[in-house]
């Protein structure tokens, strides 16, 4: 779990810098590709135990 946060906090960043950096507009692709990348792997994990939290 902390990796999906981990990834999704630099697509974040890389997202802030892409759009702010008129000359770095590639980082927000990348940090959008490292966001669904990010999204599908929690998705997955999510689907994998059942959505159902254990104790």
């Known amino acids: 779990m902390a990796w999906i946060l981990f990834l999704i906090l630099i697509a974040v960043v890389l997202g802030i810098?892409?759009?702010?950096t008129h000359g770095l507009l590639y980082l927000l692709f990348i940090g959008i590709v490292v966001l669904l990348i990010a999204l599908a792997l929690g998705g997955a994990r999510f689907r994998k135990s059942g959505g159902r939290a254990t104790r």
């Open 17 to 20: 810098i892409g759009v702010a």
